[in-house]
């Protein structure tokens, strides 16, 4: 195709620009892939004949899994059998042929805590100080309980004599309950 641009002074370049793109070859448009489909805050029911059943919203909801479905459940699995009627869930949702939805991966009572540090509450307990949403800096009075192992990685330290009180941090863990963490991942502030 010929474009002709006609001379005007100061925007024939202007009108020869969106015509030249406006003709542009087809090979430049790319398939973006729709995004990743997450179901949160699902609570485990149970699981029966390659369904996982769990409520949503108070709303039971059947999701195709397979056996090796892998799942995180404060460690790597390579199965289902962890999973305990009350499990909070975070699932990767993909489909099917017949357009029903399937788990692709599972997280189990995951959590992850901004903070900061307060003091030990024990040999393997550490308290943490949630950060108040939509605060500049400000944390609750409410301390969580983190249990940190030898099988738990710090970053931005040496293990556990770098967790000093005071030190902003991250816990990424497995929720124990309202109150507990176990701790699989601590990132320090390295201020």
């Known amino acids: 195709m010929k474009i002709v ?12 620009g969106i015509a030249a793109n406006a003709y542009a070859p ?10 990743l489909r997450i179901l949160t805050q699902c609570e485990f029911r149970e699981i029966r004949s390659g369904k996982l059943t769990c409520s949503q919203d108070g709303w039971p ?4 899994v397979a056996a090796t479905t892998p799942m995180w459940k404060g460690k790597d699995f390579s199965d289902l059998r962890g999973l305990t009627p009350g499990d909070l869930l975070d699932i990767k ?3 099917d042929s017949d357009s029903h939805d399937v788990a692709l991966f599972i997280w189990a009572n995951l959590v992850s805590l901004e903070g900061v540090l307060g003091r030990p509450a024990g040999s393997r307990w550490f308290l943490v100080h949630p950060l108040i949403p939509f605060s ?5 009075d409410e301390p969580i309980f983190a249990w940190v192992d ?8 040496s293990g556990t004599g ?10 990424i863990g497995e929720r124990l309950d309202a109150r ?4 699989t991942r601590i990132a320090l502030s390295t201020r």
């Open 61 to 64: 909801r059947d999701i195709a």
């Open 150 to 157: 030898n099988s738990t990685s710090i970053l931005g330290g």
């Open 162 to 171: 770098a967790m000093r009180q005071g030190v902003p941090v991250i816990v």
């Open 26 to 35: 087809a090979e430049r448009i790319m398939f973006v892939e729709p995004p």
């Open 93 to 95: 949702l993909g489909i």
């Open 136 to 140: 500049i800096g400000k944390v609750s």
């Open 5 to 16: 641009c006609h001379r005007m002074p100061g925007i024939v370049l202007l009108l020869c």
């Open 180 to 183: 507990r963490i176990r701790a």
